[in-house]
């Protein structure tokens, strides 16, 4: 077992938000405590290592992660197929925006805004010469906090495992899980 370090534990309590009084009182150890241990001033015994370390996983697994949250099945449309056939599939879906996905590797995304703006010559173009920006990309560790500042600025996250998709969290999944 590999024991953690004073710069490990307090990485670990800040990813998590936690003060150094709330581990403190969840571990059940004073905060002056975690606070010399934080600072490399004492090496505690083990039993208080090992609560805090406790208490720190307990906390972490009350976090919601994308995992939790993801859709495994993804919609999503080639970007060599046409302007049409993404009106057609956002049609048939009820979507107003599809991720543009190639071998697995989000490239895109169209969206009926972008369609909007199209001249009918363009129906039969290839999306990939109409397509916008890719949704941002996170891993299925990705925390609620990121995924919801994310979802400030764009209509959708992508969740990929090595490079390639295995989710997708909208708002309305967001909205959903916090209703």
Do not use: C, W
Not at 47 to 58: F, M, Q
């Amino acid at each position: 077992m590999e024991l953690p370090t004073p710069a490990d534990l307090r990485q670990r309590r800040n990813d998590l938000g936690l003060t150094q009084s709330e581990l403190a009182d969840q571990a059940d150890v004073s905060q002056p405590l975690i606070a010399r241990i934080e600072g490399g001033d004492v090496d505690p015994r083990l039993s208080t290592l090992r609560r805090i370390v406790n208490a720190l996983e307990e906390a972490e697994s009350d976090v919601i992660r994308a995992a939790d949250l993801m859709h495994e099945d993804v919609v999503s449309i080639a970007p060599e197929k046409t302007v049409s056939e993404a009106a057609q599939r956002m049609e048939e879906e009820a979507y107003s925006q599809l991720a543009v996905i190639q071998d697995g590797i989000p490239v895109g995304s169209i969206s009926e805004s972008d369609l909007v703006h199209l001249d009918s010559e363009s129906r039969d173009e290839p999306i990939e010469e109409h397509m916008s920006e890719s949704f941002p990309t996170v891993s299925k560790d990705a925390t609620l906090d990121e995924i919801s500042n994310l979802l400030d600025h764009y209509k959708a996250v992508m969740i990929t495992q090595g490079g390639k998709t295995v989710g997708i969290i909208t708002e309305a999944d967001l909205a959903a899980r916090l209703s």
